[in-house]
């Protein structure tokens, strides 16, 4: 048993706009509703139950690569749905924020694609409109096809990725938190002045990979910038995270190198004279549950039979470079050892580094629930390791996947949350306000101590550190 | 009067996601509710109100350059919230096809701007999620202001610009009407096939201004490529509307010069082999509208006590690109004779070529309604007004501005639409299916005589075929 340390859990439904996330095959299972991603009234009820739940938000994840490793084409993903069509996150959040009061909404949006200044206005118009309630999860995206699809040719090294990101956040830090003045608007009907021009500022940056000059076409959002999402693994990803995430999204099926893996992006949070803890991370994880252990592992048993072989390994070639099409099931696949804490096969993590997988073995432990941990018994126990998780790791959370939508999320809305709840470890009330304050239970914006606020101006600024003077008295 | 041919009149609201549009100060008036532009509320409600009054649509118009022509700044701009801030309009259509069940959405983006896949990307997701109610006006945006703000330098001559858009509609024609196959999508749970690969098409494009190598990202959406709105009016601009545009909107405050307008478009459409008929007119237009003439007329007067005078010249100079600031009220204006029946004020179409206006004067005229016509008066006045225009230009329908929102469309709906009613030239209904069904009573897709329709593949190009040649029959 844990420790029990009685931290709080926090919960993101995560998902993506197409029939197939992380569980290939599983659209086919009768109760399943997942070909009805391209409706409305799918993602209303989804955002339903999430807030019916006390979720923190839903978490789409999104790409337009498709997963062509395979075979070395992308007909697989094409026949199994894999995670494709895929259509633009961006554009479901103000129903969802219709149909919702509290839930949080984090889209992802890659700095390889999208114009910094226009994605600023998006952004601005989703904080708008949902009153503060969104987040962007920020990708520097990898793949081949998705670069040539936008004219970009191959995709451009890892590392020249995240100098580009770093670019890319100083632009819309500029426009989010330097262009407008918190006092510029005066929606002042008597002399007819909606704001005071001499308050709204031209941005102009001169940066290695863009260079703007404009104002922000928004008035300052509830949370202005929105709140930040980042995944990064990598030394570099991990610096970046450290540099600008609020919250990091980790996958990985073991508690060692999940441990580590937070404790480096804690470190180099504190090294860039952030606080650590201002890091929430959230945790890859899929959830079976049933009112009997007997009846979670029945459910297990039918969600099997739907899965596809060929699907779970597309999305292994393609998250490992490696094809695997046409090699024998019993072949077993090879170790290599890297840095630290993190074992591989063939470059995909996996929790007993001691033990010899073959490709039949890891298809099927590939498909369900994707690189985290499947946890299937009843609420007490899947409450017990959810809470291991949390005490062993230093995590903050999980990214709740799906086997089956929306039934994965009603059942752990029904079974898990109540569990939580009369332990003490999650919400029963949203807290008041913006995504980033009921996550952090202090104000709309970001802290003084990270790096876009150095891009706020005049009396927005002072006050800034004037407020930030007196947190740490 | 007119000579009364009957022709159904058509309706969309004219609208801006910003604190003001055409009526410059209005939104201080105390009945106005555009502060709350920022809002789901404000336009769900507006939504509402349209669908009510059976609009064909929400038109957004959109840009993301400043009036920075008056005075050589934006200060005029951003003290009267002319256009500015500014929000984007495409996050708002999910959200209003929530609370409507038929109305359509025609939302502005730029060629210039948005990459063209993304762009496909985003249209197609609209169109699923309205299932087929959306529509593209086609913009090649002129601003400075804008352009730098992309890192894009000054903004493109205008020619360029729509050689640019030319290309833009090829990508974006083969991605919508050429990827996928129209029997490309199973969904069949048996063999757990989603699509067929062999009728999903990678889209190569090799142009001179976008190079693209992909997959669409959405399966086939309801109307495929969405309606396709534009606005050109100098000869390059009523090229491409002729070779591209569904719908047109025109705006002057002229009736001769709309005829003309019409009627050259229409003929370049034929001379490309497209139906004339198949391009709906759409006429710039603000109503004020009372109960009685007294009572229109007092709403007027009422309404000029809120305009904002430098709010009127700032449009003015932004449009015709002559600052107007610091000159003398009194000072007439000078004339330039251009082609055909358009004649000009300083590069600003006005009704009477031989009147000769103020400064002051224009400023007036300019403070209502921007470039179309202001009707004043009873139900009966407005609506004969309206089918003259209709019977002397031959257009379709009207882009509806407004003085007040969302009071001027409610008083439209409850005055002027029970009268159109009457007459039998306005629906009383709306017709079944997709936005390009309503307009044109006809299939869900672009008529194969349209551009987009020579880039289908397959099975679904021979269909189209079949069904075109039935149809000459």
């Known amino acids: 048993m844990s420790k029990k340390t009685g ?150 090294p890892h590392d020249l990725r995240y100098e580009i990101a770093d670019d890319y956040l100083d632009v819309v830090y500029k426009l989010w938190e330097g262009s407008w003045e918190n006092d510029a608007v005066k929606r002042d009907r008597a002399t007819k002045t909606f704001a005071d021009p001499s308050k709204v500022h031209v941005i102009r940056h001169e940066g290695p990979h863009y260079q703007i000059e404009g104002v922000h076409f928004s008035e300052p959002t509830p949370q202005r910038t929105p709140l930040l999402y980042q995944a990064g693994s990598s030394g570099r990803g991990k610096d970046f995270a450290a540099r600008h995430a609020e919250c990091v999204f980790v996958s990985a099926p073991s508690k060692n190198i999940i441990r580590a893996s937070v404790a480096d992006t804690r470190q180099r949070a504190a090294q860039l004279g952030r606080n650590p803890e201002d890091i929430l991370f959230f945790m890859l994880l899929t959830v079976i549950v049933g009112r009997t252990e007997a009846e979670a592992k029945a459910k297990l048993e039918d969600y099997r039979r739907y899965v596809s072989p060929e699907g779970a390994l597309a999305l292994f070639s393609r998250w490992s470079g490696v094809d695997l099409a046409g090699r024998d099931v019993n072949e077993p696949l090879q170790y290599a050892k890297s840095e630290g804490m993190q074992s591989t096969i063939e470059g995909f993590t996996v929790a007993d580094p001691d033990r010899v997988w073959t490709i039949g073995e890891l298809a099927q432990h590939n498909a369900i629930g994707g690189k985290g941990p499947v946890l299937v018994g009843t609420p007490e126990q899947v409450a017990d390791i959810m809470q291991e998780w949390m005490d062993e790791t230093d995590i903050d959370g999980f990214n709740l996947s799906y086997t089956l939508l929306p039934q994965s999320h009603i059942d752990f809305v029904e079974l898990v949350v109540p569990e939580l709840q009369k332990r003490g470890v999650y919400k029963k009330e949203y807290r008041a306000g913006t995504l980033r304050e009921k996550l952090y239970g202090a104000g709309p914006r970001l802290p003084d101590t990270h790096p876009a606020a150095a891009f706020r101006r005049g009396a927005d600024a002072a006050a800034d550190a004037l407020a930030a003077a007196a947190e740490i008295q």
């Open 7 to 156: 931290k709080e859990i926090r919960i993101n439904a995560f998902v993506t706009f197409a029939p197939s996330h992380l569980s290939p095959g599983l659209w086919s299972h009768p109760q399943d509703k997942s070909l009805d991603y391209n409706t409305l009234e799918f993602w209303s009820n989804l955002a339903r139950v999430a807030e019916q739940g006390k979720y923190d938000g839903l978490f789409w994840a999104d790409g337009i690569s498709t997963y062509d490793v395979y075979g070395g084409s992308h007909d697989a993903g094409i026949r199994g749905a894999l995670q494709f069509p895929r259509l633009d996150p961006l554009l479901l959040v103000a129903a969802m924020a219709q149909v919702t009061e509290h839930l949080g909404f984090a889209v992802t949006s890659s700095v390889t694609y999208e114009p910094p200044y226009l994605f600023a206005r998006r952004m601005s118009t989703l904080d708008q409109l949902t009153r503060g309630r969104v987040g962007w999860n920020i990708v520097t995206s990898f793949g081949d096809s998705g670069s040539k699809a936008l004219g970009l040719g191959p995709s451009k």
